[in-house]
């Protein structure tokens, strides 16, 4: 069964530096959506991206974040400089136009 | 409370009863879904209602969707042990920019 890959399954950053997440959603999906969930809370929307732009963020996407999908398989999440409050999961998610969205497992960030 | 509340927060049952968490919401929608979510792990998808439908089933899930009070409930029945999970409610906006709003969350626990 096609599925959602996530990499790395780990992230340990210093403050400041700048981060990579990458995805490789599920071929035939048209809509890429990134996550994030801090240790014991909710998961939150960040962003969705369709047709290779974005088509939604939420207000902690700010100028720190952006998105890219370099080739036809990656989706990627760049944090600029990160901050200690970043550290959470951040799951990537695909779908087709059902909305019912397939999601990763996640990288764990952690930024000291 | 916030979009796509869940209650009760934590909920204990013995294996073969029924299990019902409930979530509210407060602004238009365009479906609402139920996802599960190991401990840990990635969230996976368990059934979608439209905002145009009242109830759906799946195997041994039943979910209700109540637009004029912007509320929706998840039972599962017969419960097993390996129900044991979080279970969340994610609400998609209207706006075209297919924002998911997740909920806090229920923390089900089922006694062998």
């Known amino acids: 069964e096609p599925e959602v890959t996530q990499t790395p399954s780990h992230q340990v950053t210093q403050m400041g530096q700048e981060v990579i997440l990458r995805c490789v959603p599920i071929s035939n999906h048209l809509y890429f959506y990134w996550y994030r969930q801090i240790l014991g809370q909710k998961v939150e929307f960040l962003v969705s991206?369709?047709?290779?732009?974005?088509?939604?963020k939420s207000e902690i996407f700010d100028d720190q974040f952006s998105v890219e999908r370099p080739d036809g398989s990656n989706f990627t999440l760049k944090i600029r400089s990160t901050k200690l409050e970043d550290s959470a999961m951040y799951f990537c998610a695909s779908t087709t136009d059902s909305y019912e969205q397939y999601f990763g497992p996640g990288t764990r960030l952690t930024v000291t | 409370s916030q979009q796509g509340e869940e209650d009760p927060q934590a909920l204990s049952i013995q294996e073969g009863e029924n299990a019902t968490m409930n979530c509210s919401y407060k602004t238009s929608i365009n479906n609402l879904q139920w996802y599960r979510q190991n401990s840990g792990r990635g969230l996976v998808h368990l059934i979608l209602i439209r905002s145009n439908e009242r109830e759906k089933h799946s195997g041994r899930l039943r979910v209700t969707l109540d637009t004029s009070k912007k509320s929706s409930s998840l039972l599962i029945t017969a419960s097993r042990a390996a129900d044991t999970a979080s279970y969340f409610c994610?609400?998609?906006?209207?706006?075209?920019?297919?924002?998911?709003?997740f909920g806090a969350g229920t923390r089900l626990f089922v006694k062998a």
């Open positions: 994610a609400t998609v906006s209207n706006t075209g920019g297919f924002k998911t709003i």
């Open positions: 991206f369709y047709n290779n732009e974005i088509s939604e």
